[in-house]
């Protein structure tokens, strides 16, 4: 089968549509957990591959850093998408990762959750999973788009559930939504379900059978764990949490739904069709992020997680941008990478197609950020919306997409966290650590630590309410 | 894989004035050092670093070196080697000026990327790491230091072979285990046309076929033929293909001829014939007739009931052929190649989940009657029948047999449940997505010395999973019962008897895509504008070719690693064969053939489809992509992390060719300090383009594929092989040593699952000696693995 380009966005939605997952029932919704405000919190994170353009190695101005006093300030062509959005983002200007690696793109992607040189440590949205996020059915939620593209190594991916180890998303959307909601459908408590999915079989209580399977492997594993040294005991600690829960969520199943809208009853998703060949398609890339994004809200509203982690494309992409069909950069004539793009210069030369496309590139990721918001924003939830109860960060792993350097990182924030940031603002850190923005993350979503990563730095001075 | 980082050096005019004037200095040292601060001009002095730098230093002595090894390997593992062998920075191993000196040169000066990273007590412990671990040469061996002890993870490739091979094997798995599939005898060893993988075959023919379509299957044993086809009362006796004989087709992967034809009812008389020459009975049926002439012709009833299943008994549990789909792919570290990595293997919520589903219709397909794998009746099962079933799929489940407590907390956990169809539901789920089955231990068994042994068992399973990607058979399981794998000579004997097995096959094509970093030509994305013709199928198509090529060569060939660099033949289907422009091969449409190669090609894998095309643009040659590849992954030499700032790929230009647009990087002294090991090897490709078709003009222009392999030993040794194109390129490679350590490296990872370390310096070289002294023989090699200590051996 020849691969074509040039499919408009409605064949792909009609395509989509056509063959859209719905699932019929969803029985096992659970009370959300109930945050300070009476909400749960959720925190997103939201990544981007290579950078902006940002100051240039010639001193152009940034085309991405807010312009401005605190709360008078303009947004430059990269950020343009978040106009709409303008007051519900913090704009974060001047933190750095610090020197080490700086000028490296994996260097940058192993300190940009982690805050730990070489990402030698936990990563900000799996302490939040294990803390903040602890109590719903997933602690964690990792979707890709494109992001286990040409067997990425490790480098290239962001979240790290143990020092030094970082762990694969779910590029698939069809998977991630039978992840999450499972297969449902067949009736019974068909074995095709699993442990998998916060929905089952609309029969009431736990399946026993699924129950004595966990119960089972619990006791396989802990026997396991004490034939263990330290190291290797470690390694399983997140098996065992896993196991957990799944436990927590098998024996829990039959749970009437709490609080939950009413649509959660029969989520649908239009997930399916993306083959495997579509996966790595570049013309398919906005459909399927888009299905992420989908995807992550509903569970998010739906109670199934507080805690998410999105990352479109890997850094040193070679996504193909220019086939975004309706996208700025579509040329159907020309192959446009993006990290190609990224390297547009020594100067922002409006003369040179890499520049131009890096530009365009930028504001398209800032475009998909913005839909995240908008979706949040459009979920109404205990008098205000979802975004108001939400903490969303957006980042990437390098500055400038030529430089590369680790300072003056292009972080924005959004999101309320249910009163904990005071969003409309533009906040400028002079060369701060950004283990002091993961701490303040941290803080907005309930944890009172003193400070994240490898640096003394503590929150960030102003961005916090309180 | 070294990102792309391509180095031009173009900048518009007013750039490049006000460069020199602002940044001109401290960029240039920041380039310069990005690239390890190896000029073409720096002096060679072996197990040192630059002179001077006798300053006083951080202090001597105390430094930690654990601490120091894992810095060692973050900071300066990337340029010094992971033994401190040396690449693109010098040769660290063995350093013999002195701690203070040692730690004085780390403090200020090192890394060369960012000198401010490690200093103080991160000096001190690098150094401590450098001068207690890093010995260098032969000096380790006697106190070997050994791999610790761990656990691995199954990969998606191995749960799914073990799933598979623990449900289509018979229940009668133990002490005696004749039963299992061993030898290479027997006509449905395999399935050829019947999706291989998701089928087995049963009595001559696939378990879902009709009764009368029967497969026919021939292995070769070390031999090669040209053809092999059937005749028989069936079809007229032909001597010839031609002549109506029905030919089969060589399924590279299984090492195996095999074709299917639907035979009529009744009892028939047939021969294979080899090479349209050679008449034989078929090796695989064991039922014969007399044929007249003083030998014996094959004998095969076909009895079809009217409208009838196929028979056959202990039919294999039927399970959906995307068992694996939805597991996470596997984390892979930077450097290593694999999918195997002990150390990535983490278990995320999304994996228990896959696992549970997994065990979940595994056990509703093996509880529905149809599997030989429970050993009574499901729904009057009682605690024998559990307890029978508990010892023999925990046997090879878990690869060992199961100790009493766990024996009977899986009979408790069957009593438990109401009915005695979920008792066993239950068992099944649990044994298949239990800890003991998703990890392979490597937990050993603590010896005199205070070090541990890998015990009888964990030694099957890590021969089983090295050779075959899957748990071990009966026969292996035997052995370790028996004893038979407490000494190296014990352990060989299995080892060969694995490796001489067509399911070695699967494993070792495997190897051969990830150690080539050419799996991703199945999901590469071309110019349609440019490259019409090359389609997804196309790139699966070129990784088939690279994995029959390398069983071809390392199973059927002359063994021998140089063949794979200048076979001068490939193999082939028909489409494919258009694509390259090369003859068809014989045999009719999805067949594969053996072609011969036209000169320009005869360079074994490098003129693969596979890896020109994985190693290029959407649009476009990359040499700096094929330059890296052979670099990094044919000789071990990393390169280091590219800088930043060295611009982008420069564009297509109708006006010049790719190595013109490249000429910067050689020209520009800052970018020569990586790129002159880089281009000059990567311009030898230029002969074909992004998709890997053959050319000889660019843009009008004819193609320059000349290049120099420099410091093809060492980086930085000064030494040059001028070479035309890729059949001298290989040339130039299999006549140098290090083509041949890196490999025996490659595989040693691979079989290892990690990256070498200091604890594997001296089981390496012995090793390369073994390979070395069997002429580079990779099954030599493959064996010589499970005779090291390290084999076996943990802390």
């Given at each position: 089968?020849?691969?074509?380009?040039?499919?408009?966005?409605?064949?792909?939605?009609?395509?989509?549509?056509?063959s859209a997952l719905?699932?019929?029932?969803?029985?096992?919704?659970?009370?959300?957990?109930?945050g300070?405000?009476?909400?749960?919190k959720?925190?997103?994170?939201?990544?981007?591959?290579?950078?902006?353009?940002?100051?240039?190695?010639?001193g152009?101005?940034?085309?991405?850093?807010?312009?401005?006093?605190?709360?008078d300030?303009?947004?430059p062509?990269?950020?343009e998408p978040?106009?709409?959005h303008k007051?519900?983002?913090v704009?974060?200007n001047?933190?750095?990762?610090?020197?080490?690696d700086?000028g490296?793109?994996?260097?940058?992607a192993k300190?940009?959750?982690?805050?730990?040189?070489?990402?030698?440590?936990?990563?900000?949205?799996?302490m939040?999973a294990r803390?903040?996020?602890?109590?719903?059915?997933?602690r964690?939620?990792?979707?890709?788009?494109?992001?286990?593209?040409?067997n990425?190594?490790?480098d290239?991916?962001i979240?790290y559930?143990?020092?030094?180890?970082s762990i694969?998303?779910?590029?698939?959307?069809?998977?991630?939504?039978e992840?999450?909601?499972?297969?449902?459908?067949?009736?019974?408590s068909?074995?095709?379900a699993?442990?998998?999915?916060?929905?089952?079989?609309a029969?009431?209580g736990?399946?026993?059978v699924?129950v004595?399977?966990?119960?089972?492997?619990?006791?396989?594993?802990?026997?396991?764990?004490?034939?263990?040294g330290?190291?290797?005991?470690?390694?399983?600690a997140?098996h065992?949490?896993?196991?957990r829960?799944?436990?927590?969520?098998?024996?829990?199943?039959?749970?009437?739904?709490?609080?939950?809208?009413?649509s959660c009853?029969?989520?649908?998703?239009?997930?399916a069709?993306?083959?495997?060949?579509?996966?790595?398609d570049?013309?398919?890339?906005?459909?399927?992020?888009?299905a992420?994004?989908?995807?992550?809200?509903?569970?998010?509203?739906?109670?199934?997680?507080q805690?998410?982690?999105?990352?479109a494309?890997?850094?040193?992409?070679?996504?193909?941008?220019?086939?975004f069909?309706g996208?700025?950069?579509?040329?159907?004539?020309f192959?446009?990478?993006?990290h190609q793009?990224?390297?547009?210069g020594?100067?922002h030369?409006?003369?040179?197609?890499e520049?131009?496309?890096?530009?365009?590139q930028?504001?398209?990721?800032?475009?998909q950020?913005a839909?995240?918001?908008?979706?949040?924003?459009?979920?109404?939830?205990?008098?205000?919306t979802?975004?108001?109860?939400s903490v969303?960060?957006?980042?990437?792993e390098?500055?400038?997409?030529?430089?590369?350097?680790?300072?003056n990182?292009p972080?924005?924030?959004?999101g309320g966290a249910?009163g904990?940031?005071k969003?409309?603002?533009?906040?400028?850190y002079?060369?701060?650590?950004?283990?002091?923005?993961h701490?303040?993350?941290?803080?907005s979503?309930?944890?009172?630590?003193?400070?994240?990563?490898?640096?003394?730095q503590?929150p960030l001075?102003?961005?916090?309410s309180? | 894989?070294l990102d792309?980082?391509?180095?031009?050096?173009?900048?518009?005019?007013?750039v490049?004035?006000?460069l020199?004037l602002?940044?001109?200095a401290?960029?240039?040292?920041?380039?310069?050092?990005?690239?390890?601060?190896?000029?073409?001009?720096?002096?060679?002095?072996?197990?040192?670093v630059?002179?001077?730098?006798?300053g006083?230093?951080?202090?001597?002595?105390?430094?930690?070196?654990?601490?120091?090894a894992k810095?060692?390997?973050q900071?300066?593992?990337?340029?010094?080697?992971q033994?401190?062998?040396?690449?693109?920075?010098?040769?660290?191993a063995?350093?013999?000026?002195?701690?203070?000196?040692?730690?004085s040169?780390?403090?200020a000066?090192m890394?060369?990327?960012?000198?401010?990273?490690c200093?103080?007590a991160?000096?001190?412990d690098?150094?401590?790491y450098?001068?207690?671990?890093?010995?260098?040469g032969?000096?380790?061996?006697?106190?070997?230091p050994?791999?610790?002890?761990?656990?691995?993870?199954?990969?998606?490739?191995?749960?799914?072979?073990s799933?598979r091979?623990?449900?289509s094997a018979?229940?009668?798995?133990?002490?005696?285990g004749?039963g299992?599939?061993?030898?290479?005898g027997?006509?449905?060893?395999?399935d050829a046309d019947?999706?291989?993988?998701?089928?087995?075959?049963?009595?001559?023919?696939c378990?879902k076929?009709?009764c009368?379509l029967?497969?026919?299957?021939?292995?070769?044993g070390?031999?090669t033929?040209?053809?092999?086809?059937v005749?028989?009362?069936?079809?007229?006796?032909p001597a010839t293909?031609g002549g109506?004989?029905?030919?089969l087709g060589?399924v590279a992967?299984?090492?195996?001829?095999a074709?299917?034809?639907?035979?009529?009812?009744?009892?028939?008389?047939?021969?294979?014939?080899?090479?349209?020459a050679t008449?034989?009975v078929?090796p695989?049926?064991p039922k014969?007739?007399?044929?007249?002439?003083?030998?014996?012709?094959?004998?095969?009833?076909?009895?079809?009931?009217?409208?009838g299943?196929?028979?056959g008994?202990?039919q294999?549990?039927?399970?959906?052929a995307?068992?694996t789909?939805?597991?996470?792919v596997?984390?892979r570290?930077?450097?290593?190649?694999?999918?195997d990595s002990?150390?990535?293997?983490l278990?995320?919520?999304?994996?228990?989940?896959?696992?549970?589903?997994?065990?979940?219709a595994i056990?509703?397909?093996a509880?529905?009657?149809?599997?030989?794998?429970?050993?009574?009746?499901a729904?009057?099962a009682d605690?024998?029948?559990a307890e029978?079933?508990?010892?023999q799929?925990?046997?090879?489940a878990f690869?060992?047999?199961l100790?009493?407590?766990?024996?009977?907390?899986?009979?408790?956990l069957?009593?438990?449940q109401?009915?005695?169809?979920?008792?066993?539901?239950?068992?099944?789920?649990?044994?298949?997505?239990?800890?003991?089955?998703?990890?392979?231990s490597e937990?050993?068994?603590p010896?005199?010395?205070?070090t541990?042994?890998?015990?009888?068992?964990?030694?099957?399973?890590?021969?089983?999973y090295?050779f075959?990607g899957t748990?071990?058979d009966?026969?292996?399981l035997?052995?370790?019962e028996?004893?038979?794998?407490s000494?190296?000579?014990?352990?060989e004997?299995?080892?060969?008897r694995?490796?001489a097995?067509?399911?070695?096959?699967?494993?070792?094509a495997?190897?051969?895509l990830?150690w080539?970093?050419?799996e991703?030509?199945?999901?590469?994305?071309?110019s349609?504008?440019?490259?019409?013709?090359?389609e997804?199928?196309?790139?699966?198509a070129?990784a088939e070719?690279?994995?029959?090529?390398?069983?071809?060569?390392?199973?059927?060939?002359?063994?021998?690693?140089?063949e794979?660099?200048?076979a001068?033949?490939?193999f082939?289907d028909q489409?494919?064969a258009a694509?390259?422009?090369?003859?068809?091969p014989s045999?009719?449409?999805?067949?594969w053939?053996?072609?011969s190669?036209?000169?320009?090609r005869r360079?074994?894998?490098?003129?693969?489809?596979?890896?020109?095309?994985s190693?290029a643009?959407?649009?476009q040659?990359s040499?700096?992509?094929?330059g890296?590849f052979v670099?990094?992954?044919?000789?071990?030499?990393?390169?280091?992390?590219?800088?930043p700032?060295?611009?982008?790929v420069?564009?297509?230009?109708?006006?010049?060719?790719?190595?013109e647009?490249?000429r910067?990087?050689?020209?520009?002294?800052?970018?020569k300090?990586c790129?002159?090991?880089?281009?000059?090897?990567g311009?030898?490709?230029?002969g074909?383009?992004?998709?890997?078709r053959?050319r000889?003009?660019?843009?009008?222009?004819?193609?320059?594929?000349?290049?120099?392999?420099?410091?093809?030993?060492r980086?930085g040794?000064g030494?040059?092989?001028?070479?035309?194109?890729l059949?001298?390129?290989?040339?130039?490679?299999?006549s140098?040593?290090?083509?041949?350590?890196?490999?025996?490296l490659?595989?040693?990872r691979?079989?290892?699952?990690a990256?070498?370390?200091?604890?594997?310096a001296c089981?390496?070289?012995?090793i390369?000696?073994?390979f070395?002294?069997?002429?580079?023989?990779?099954?030599e090699?493959?064996?010589?693995v499970?005779?090291?200590p390290?084999?076996?051996g943990r802390?």
């Amino acid at each position: 089968m020849t691969r074509r380009e040039g499919v408009s966005r409605r064949q792909i939605l009609h395509l989509l549509g056509r063959s859209a997952l719905f699932l019929p029932f969803l029985s096992l919704l659970r009370p959300r957990p109930a945050g300070a405000a009476g909400v749960a919190k959720r925190a997103i994170f939201f990544y981007f591959p290579d950078g902006v353009a940002g100051p240039s190695q010639e001193g152009d101005p940034s085309l991405w850093h807010a312009q401005g006093s605190e709360t008078d300030f303009t947004l430059p062509a990269q950020l343009e998408p978040l106009t709409a959005h303008k007051g519900d983002c913090v704009f974060l200007n001047g933190l750095s990762m610090g020197p080490t690696d700086s000028g490296s793109h994996p260097g940058g992607a192993k300190k940009l959750l982690t805050a730990f040189d070489g990402g030698n440590g936990e990563s900000i949205d799996q302490m939040l999973a294990r803390t903040a996020g602890a109590q719903a059915p997933f602690r964690h939620v990792y979707l890709g788009a494109a992001a286990n593209a040409n067997n990425a190594s490790g480098d290239k991916h962001i979240s790290y559930p143990s020092p030094g180890q970082s762990i694969t998303p779910e590029d698939n959307p069809r998977q991630a939504f039978e992840f999450l909601f499972g297969k449902g459908g067949s009736g019974g408590s068909s074995g095709a379900a699993g442990a998998g999915g916060a929905a089952g079989s609309a029969a009431s209580g736990p399946d026993p059978v699924e129950v004595s399977v966990i119960d089972g492997l619990l006791d396989d594993m802990k026997e396991l764990q004490g034939k263990l040294g330290d190291t290797e005991k470690s390694k399983l600690a997140l098996h065992f949490e896993s196991l957990r829960q799944a436990e927590k969520r098998i024996k829990s199943a039959g749970t009437p739904p709490v609080g939950a809208p009413p649509s959660c009853g029969s989520p649908s998703l239009d997930t399916a069709g993306f083959t495997d060949e579509q996966l790595g398609d570049p013309a398919s890339f906005p459909a399927i992020l888009r299905a992420q994004i989908d995807l992550m809200v509903l569970a998010m509203q739906c109670g199934l997680t507080q805690v998410g982690t999105i990352q479109a494309s890997i850094h040193t992409s070679e996504l193909i941008m220019s086939r975004f069909v309706g996208s700025e950069m579509y040329d159907p004539s020309f192959d446009m990478r993006s990290h190609q793009a990224s390297h547009y210069g020594a100067a922002h030369d409006p003369q040179k197609r890499e520049f131009t496309d890096f530009v365009k590139q930028g504001r398209w990721w800032v475009s998909q950020f913005a839909y995240l918001l908008d979706q949040l924003k459009s979920r109404p939830e205990d008098g205000g919306t979802m975004l108001d109860n939400s903490v969303v960060l957006l980042c990437t792993e390098v500055c400038d997409g030529n430089t590369h350097l680790h300072d003056n990182m292009p972080f924005v924030l959004a999101g309320g966290a249910g009163g904990a940031i005071k969003t409309g603002r533009l906040l400028s850190y002079d060369g701060l650590r950004h283990g002091g923005l993961h701490a303040s993350i941290a803080r907005s979503m309930g944890q009172m630590i003193g400070s994240f990563g490898d640096t003394p730095q503590g929150p960030l001075p102003g961005l916090l309410s309180g | 894989m070294l990102d792309p980082h391509d180095c031009t050096g173009r900048q518009p005019a007013r750039v490049r004035s006000r460069l020199g004037l602002l940044l001109g200095a401290s960029m240039l040292v920041a380039l310069a050092s990005a690239c390890a601060g190896l000029g073409a001009s720096a002096p060679d002095e072996a197990a040192g670093v630059d002179a001077g730098g006798s300053g006083p230093g951080a202090g001597g002595g105390g430094g930690d070196r654990a601490s120091g090894a894992k810095l060692y390997g973050q900071l300066c593992a990337s340029c010094h080697g992971q033994l401190g062998e040396g690449g693109v920075g010098k040769p660290i191993a063995g350093w013999t000026r002195g701690e203070a000196e040692l730690v004085s040169i780390i403090d200020a000066r090192m890394p060369t990327t960012d000198p401010s990273r490690c200093t103080g007590a991160c000096a001190a412990d690098v150094a401590a790491y450098i001068l207690a671990e890093l010995k260098g040469g032969a000096a380790t061996c006697s106190e070997a230091p050994l791999l610790p002890r761990r656990l691995r993870l199954l990969s998606r490739r191995e749960y799914e072979a073990s799933v598979r091979d623990l449900l289509s094997a018979p229940g009668t798995s133990g002490a005696g285990g004749a039963g299992g599939a061993t030898g290479t005898g027997g006509a449905c060893k395999l399935d050829a046309d019947c999706a291989i993988e998701s089928e087995s075959c049963v009595g001559g023919a696939c378990a879902k076929d009709p009764c009368n379509l029967r497969t026919f299957v021939f292995s070769p044993g070390s031999k090669t033929y040209k053809s092999v086809h059937v005749a028989g009362d069936f079809n007229g006796w032909p001597a010839t293909i031609g002549g109506g004989g029905w030919a089969l087709g060589y399924v590279a992967s299984k090492g195996i001829w095999a074709g299917k034809h639907v035979v009529d009812s009744g009892g028939h008389q047939y021969k294979l014939v080899l090479d349209e020459a050679t008449w034989v009975v078929d090796p695989g049926n064991p039922k014969k007739s007399p044929d007249g002439f003083g030998g014996d012709n094959s004998v095969l009833d076909v009895a079809c009931p009217a409208e009838g299943q196929p028979g056959g008994q202990g039919q294999p549990v039927g399970l959906p052929a995307d068992l694996t789909k939805g597991f996470p792919v596997e984390s892979r570290p930077k450097g290593f190649a694999f999918d195997d990595s002990a150390d990535g293997g983490l278990v995320t919520s999304v994996h228990v989940d896959q696992y549970m589903k997994a065990a979940s219709a595994i056990a509703a397909q093996a509880l529905d009657g149809a599997s030989a794998l429970v050993p009574c009746q499901a729904s009057t099962a009682d605690a024998a029948c559990a307890e029978a079933l508990v010892r023999q799929l925990g046997r090879r489940a878990f690869r060992r047999p199961l100790a009493e407590p766990e024996v009977a907390r899986y009979k408790a956990l069957f009593g438990a449940q109401a009915a005695p169809e979920s008792g066993l539901r239950v068992v099944l789920e649990v044994m298949l997505s239990s800890p003991h089955f998703l990890y392979r231990s490597e937990l050993g068994e603590p010896q005199p010395d205070g070090t541990y042994r890998l015990t009888p068992y964990e030694i099957a399973g890590a021969l089983s999973y090295q050779f075959w990607g899957t748990s071990p058979d009966p026969d292996l399981l035997l052995a370790a019962e028996q004893g038979d794998l407490s000494t190296p000579d014990g352990i060989e004997v299995q080892a060969r008897r694995l490796l001489a097995d067509p399911r070695s096959r699967a494993v070792a094509a495997a190897f051969a895509l990830q150690w080539l970093g050419v799996e991703r030509i199945t999901g590469e994305v071309k110019s349609q504008l440019l490259f019409p013709t090359f389609e997804h199928a196309t790139g699966v198509a070129m990784a088939e070719e690279t994995s029959r090529f390398f069983t071809h060569v390392v199973f059927d060939g002359s063994h021998r690693l140089d063949e794979l660099f200048t076979a001068d033949y490939t193999f082939v289907d028909q489409p494919l064969a258009a694509f390259y422009g090369l003859p068809a091969p014989s045999g009719g449409a999805g067949q594969w053939g053996k072609v011969s190669l036209p000169p320009a090609r005869r360079a074994g894998v490098l003129a693969h489809g596979s890896i020109l095309g994985s190693y290029a643009h959407s649009d476009q040659t990359s040499p700096i992509r094929r330059g890296v590849f052979v670099r990094e992954t044919l000789l071990c030499q990393p390169l280091g992390t590219p800088p930043p700032q060295a611009g982008g790929v420069p564009k297509v230009d109708p006006n010049a060719t790719t190595r013109e647009r490249f000429r910067q990087h050689t020209d520009n002294p800052v970018c020569k300090t990586c790129h002159q090991y880089i281009d000059p090897v990567g311009f030898g490709f230029e002969g074909f383009d992004a998709v890997g078709r053959p050319r000889d003009t660019e843009g009008g222009v004819a193609i320059d594929a000349t290049g120099d392999l420099t410091d093809v030993e060492r980086l930085g040794a000064g030494t040059h092989a001028a070479f035309d194109g890729l059949p001298q390129l290989a040339a130039a490679l299999v006549s140098s040593e290090q083509l041949h350590a890196c490999f025996a490296l490659q595989y040693y990872r691979f079989a290892h699952g990690a990256l070498e370390g200091p604890a594997d310096a001296c089981a390496l070289q012995g090793i390369r000696e073994a390979f070395d002294k069997s002429g580079h023989d990779v099954q030599e090699l493959m064996v010589a693995v499970t005779r090291s200590p390290s084999f076996w051996g943990r802390k």
